[in-house]
């Protein structure tokens, strides 16, 4: 039987780092590298939304990644898998706000969405699975 959480946790990370990544392909004056590539791609029109990509879809998308993450604990149980899965949400988040001022800010939101997408192909390739039963599993 299909684990709705399970399912609900595999869709909800990708879209979290999918949306992450437009996000930045829209803000071209804050990561020029990512904007390149989305010109290149013929999504350069996404510029004119750069304050409403950057200030709420962007958080809002390493938000829910990171959600997702910390739900996926209560899936499979492997808190490595989703601590991992939370470092890139998390530094884009600290980058974006405490961290914003300092110039390796950048460096640290893409490190963070490099994370976020690394993550989501792992769990496409190695899809995550329960290694204990109810019983034993922590609550």
Same mark, same amino acid.
């Given at each position: 039987?299909? !684990?709705?959480? /399970?399912? @609900?946790? *595999?869709?909800?990370? /990708?879209?979290?780092?999918?949306?992450?990544?437009?996000?930045?392909? +829209?803000?071209? =004056?804050?990561?020029?590298?990512?904007? !390149?590539?989305?010109?290149?791609?013929?999504? %350069?029109?996404? +510029?004119? $939304?750069?304050?409403?990509?950057? !200030?709420?879809?962007?958080?809002?998308? #390493?938000?829910?990644?990171?959600?997702?993450?910390?739900?996926?604990?209560?899936?499979?149980?492997?808190?490595? *898998?989703?601590? @991992? %899965?939370?470092? +890139?949400?998390?530094?884009?988040?600290?980058?974006?706000?405490? $961290?914003?001022?300092?110039? $390796?800010?950048?460096?640290?939101?893409?490190? %963070?969405? +490099?994370? =976020?997408? #690394?993550?989501?192909?792992?769990?496409?390739?190695?899809?995550?699975? /329960? *290694?204990?039963?109810?019983?034993?599993?922590?609550?």
């Amino acid at each position: 039987m299909l !684990n709705p959480l /399970k399912l @609900l946790t *595999r869709i909800g990370d /990708k879209a979290g780092s999918l949306g992450a990544v437009i996000s930045a392909m +829209g803000c071209a =004056m804050c990561f020029p590298a990512i904007a !390149n590539v989305a010109a290149a791609l013929g999504m %350069g029109f996404l +510029g004119q $939304w750069e304050g409403l990509f950057i !200030n709420t879809l962007f958080p809002l998308f #390493a938000s829910l990644a990171l959600v997702m993450n910390v739900l996926g604990w209560f899936s499979h149980h492997q808190w490595h *898998r989703s601590l @991992l %899965g939370s470092i +890139g949400p998390i530094l884009v988040l600290l980058s974006l706000y405490p $961290w914003f001022e300092y110039d $390796w800010s950048t460096y640290v939101t893409y490190t %963070g969405l +490099g994370l =976020m997408v #690394a993550v989501s192909i792992l769990d496409m390739v190695s899809p995550a699975s /329960k *290694r204990c039963d109810d019983e034993t599993c922590p609550a």
